[in-house]
């Protein structure tokens, strides 16, 4: 059974910044493309951020020079640097791994809520 154990999400005034990280259980970390999502109310749950085994990222045009994925495989953690908040950044954001090219499937954590207001 794989756990993702997000922490870090909070209430943050627009312009500040927040740090998302993603605890993974299990020994092969290193081999699964993570990835961030966020779902705002009322709205589609929609892609964040990710990064590759190889390092790899992408970005949602609406995060983009603003937030930073990176991964550390010795702590099997995802991380999700969030700078010049804005209010639409508002949401829950979630943890995924992607076992699809496994034959797996995705797996998903929790959640975590974003605030963004002054």
């Known amino acids: 059974q794989v756990q993702l154990v997000e922490s870090g999400g909070g209430l943050v005034q627009p312009g500040g910044s927040l740090r998302l990280s993603c605890a993974a259980s299990?020994?092969?970390?290193?081999?699964?493309?993570m990835g961030w999502y966020r779902q705002a109310p009322g709205k589609q749950r929609e892609l964040v951020a990710a990064?590759?085994?190889?390092?790899?990222?992408n970005y949602a045009d609406s995060v983009k020079g603003r937030f930073t994925i990176s991964r550390d495989n010795a702590k099997n953690t995802v991380y999700l640097q969030m700078n010049s908040l804005k209010p639409e950044d508002t949401a829950v954001y979630y943890c995924?791994?992607?076992?699809?090219?496994?034959?797996?499937?995705?797996?998903w954590g929790q959640g975590t809520q974003v605030t963004v207001s002054s």
């Open positions: 995924n791994q992607d076992r699809t090219r496994y034959g797996s499937t995705h797996y």
């Open positions: 299990g020994s092969i970390f290193s081999i699964y493309a």
């Open positions: 990064i590759t085994s190889g390092g790899t990222t």
